[in-house]
């Protein structure tokens, strides 16, 4: 008897633990997305392009939920977005940034030394600095830390555009068997993933020579697609038309291409991004706060410099090869964030695209790049209400995409600076 008020206490209590346990888990999933505003708004404009090419006028944007609901919505009860007297158009997309690449405490590029909270803030900053240039999506293509910004932006509302990330590169040699540059495929979408980016060249900084061969690259590019995934790689000289035989989707840089290995890739529907406005001249201007870290040398970075030129000459060749898809990609590292748009002026000035179509590239076309082409990157009823204003008319003087004045990434309001005013 005497052990009773000890005995009857202890199973009473297991009982209640038991029974709890399972409704507590269930209470602690993950918090839902906050809701998009539900509006409506109107968004008025005068002027505005389309974002497949054409100039549209006396537009009258609705918004609800996140989405464009018409071009001609009625005004009455609901909030207006003034926005006549700007270039309204759909907000840009850069297929290639490095959201991880960020100045440190001392102004030096941050390695992986950096405290991780401090690391943390620096990514979130150029998603920021991104958004705040007019771009509302973005492709950041090299490295596992962008996944939890991606993930902060998608799933809670944390300011920033749209994010889709490779995670870090895939990378193999010569020696690579097929079955491993398989797992390593499949790693990255286990991993989470929204595409794969592949390293079919060394960096132009140490030598831009092949990794892999064409064999290879369709291993990789085709378990890519087999697991409904794109791939985008990084390639020199004969790598890209290499990369594009392989069917891999898009081919970055194509520094050293010739006008045969343009046209393979053209014919295959290769999209191809070409860099002429921003990260070679972003790396030379900074060039005392890269310099010493991992291949960021002297030598790197006159090689860079040396053959800027033949950068531009690559471009021209794309954009004079009917059919090519040449895709807005800038390759945004520390010191270029924000500054994205850049890129369109390098478009202008140095490859010879007209601002349309420079303007396009970062639009309807970077969405179709994405596979996204029903979703962002057109004004058209039923598209994402990613929508950016500029000061001036691009068409006539492309600098004014240095002036974004008003920024609306699925129908939240993130910039509004009044027409005249600067960034
Ligand atoms: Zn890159």
Redesign the pocket.
């Known amino acids: 008897m005497s052990t009773r008020p000890q005995f009857v206490p202890t199973i009473a209590l297991s009982l209640v633990f038991l029974g709890s346990a399972a409704p507590l888990a269930a209470q602690v999933a993950p918090v839902p997305a906050p809701p998009a505003p539900a509006g409506p708004v109107v968004i008025l404009a005068d002027r505005a392009l389309d974002g497949r090419g054409n100039v549209v006028r006396a537009l009258r944007i609705g918004v609800a939920n996140g989405r464009i609901t018409s071009l001609a919505a009625p005004l009455k009860g609901v909030r207006v977005i003034d926005l006549r007297g700007s270039t309204v158009m759909p907000g840009f997309i850069d297929t ?1 940034v ?1 959201l991880d690449s960020h100045w440190d405490r001392t102004g030096r590029i941050a390695t992986e030394k950096e405290p991780p909270m401090e690391a943390a803030t620096g990514i979130a900053l150029a998603g920021w600095e991104t958004l705040m240039g007019g771009f509302t999506t973005v492709q950041t ?2 490295d596992p830390t962008e996944k939890p910004l991606r993930d902060a932006i998608r799933d809670h509302g944390f300011p920033g555009p749209r994010v889709l990330t490779s995670l870090a590169w895939v990378e193999g040699d010569s020696t690579s068997s097929d079955d491993s540059l398989r797992a390593m495929v499949r790693a990255r979408k286990a991993q989470g993933a929204d595409l794969i980016k592949i390293f079919a060249s060394t960096s132009q900084r140490v030598g831009a020579k092949p990794t892999v061969s064409q064999a290879q690259l369709a291993v990789m590019c085709g378990e890519a697609k087999a697991l409904g995934m794109r791939s985008m790689v ?1 390639a020199y000289r004969s790598q890209v038309s290499a990369a594009a035989l392989a069917g891999c989707n898009q081919v ?1 840089h194509a520094t050293y291409a010739s006008k045969e290995d343009i046209e393979t890739a053209v014919r295959a529907g290769t999209f191809l991004s070409p860099q002429v406005g921003l990260v070679v001249q972003n790396y030379i201007a900074n060039k005392a706060r890269y310099i010493g870290v991992g291949n960021y040398t002297d030598e790197g970075m006159a090689t860079m410099d040396r053959d800027l030129p033949l950068d531009f000459s690559v471009c021209r060749m794309m954009v004079a090869t009917p059919g090519a898809k040449v895709v807005f990609s800038t ?1 945004a590292t520390a010191g270029a964030h924000g500054r994205n748009a850049e890129e369109f002026i390098g478009r202008v000035d140095h490859c010879g695209q007209t601002p349309m179509a420079a303007l396009t590239s970062a639009q309807s076309l970077a969405a179709q790049a994405l596979g996204m082409g029903d979703q962002i990157g057109t004004l058209a009823s039923g598209y994402a209400g990613d929508i950016i204003a500029l000061d001036g008319d691009p068409l006539t003087d492309i600098t004014a995409v240095r002036r974004v004045v008003f920024v609306m990434r699925g129908g939240v309001v993130y910039k509004w600076a009044g027409a005249k005013g600067g960034r």
């Open positions: 290639h490095h293509v090299g990084h970055e390759d």
